[in-house]
């Protein structure tokens, strides 16, 4: 839990980094925070690296007749991995965290780009060849509050919260068999599977509220439980020189309800390298969740940026 702690820390911190530090001073910062999330991690087994990007985008107009607003974002990302391999015993672990927001001249609001926290854990034990007797965990959530934005009978923008850190938050978990060629190939099969659907209840015990309206809960409650089948595959692959890709599919249908309505969680993660610090990232991710909304939702974030693998 002490590196888990120490990469939010990380990740806390420089989601304030101010869009004056100059590419110096945040390289620096970097390598001291690195360095002392890699010392907490030593031993024969053990098998670290990460990769934290900083994304930044600037507009400014002065009499431009073409037209334009002034704007200002920036997009923090950390991708870590700390697994343990030894005889026939692994545990992989992943952080994945991203924080992004807008700020243009003429809003009351900056508005979020990005917002992500997700953790994966799996651990086995083979049982033959490239199989392994597992167990799998995964949670995912957001850091800060969600609004839907309107107009009031002004003109003037309002906003509606609606979500918020752990609300909702999901956690998945149980236990299945794992088959892995090599660090860039897993899957992993869970055909007892629990996953947990947690919200504050706040949004459940309003007058009118309707069961399962907010993904899923049903009225003055703050859980939803699902018992059913949980696939993953992982896949990374070199596209070219100094461009990866890093592919991540999970899918789950509930036994207890509408087992035809399959959820699926798509990741993409490519990192084009310009030198040792520069590069172009491409992160997108769709999910289907018909108890959530019933259609797919689909976020993309791309830029030029400081780029620090670790």
Known sequence: MRKIALLLFVLANFTFVQ?????????QNTEKAVTKINDTIEGEGWKTKGN??????QSSFNNWLAGGEDSFSGTLGINYDFNYKKDDLTWDNKILASYGILQTKN???GKKTDDRLEFNSI??????????????????????TGYIYDKDENGKEIRTENTKFMSPGYLTTGPG???????????NFAPLTSKFTFVDSAYTSGAGYVNGE???VEANKSMRYELGFYAAVYYKLALMTN??????????SNYLEDPQNVDINYSLNIIMKVNKFLSANLSFQAIYDDNAFRGFQTRE????GVNFGF
């Not at 934290?52 to 985008?57: D, G, T």
């Not at 392994?132 to 800060?144: A, G, V």
């Not at 974030?301 to 030029?304: A, I, K, M, Q, Y």
């Open 123 to 144: 651990v086995g034990k083979r049982a033959f060849g490239e199989w392994y007797y597992s167990y799998f965990l995964n949670f995912r959530t957001q850091f800060t």
């Open 214 to 216: 907010y993904f899923g």
């Open 243 to 252: 461009v990866t890709a890093e592919n991540s599919l999970n899918l789950y």
């Open 301 to 304: 974030v791309f830029g030029l």
């Open 19 to 27: 869009a004056q530090n100059t590419e110096k001073e945040l390289i």
């Open 177 to 187: 068999i794992y088959w892995s060629k090599d660090e860039n190939l897993k899957i």
């Open 107 to 109: 809003t009351d609001f």
């Open 52 to 57: 934290l990007s900083l994304l930044l985008n």
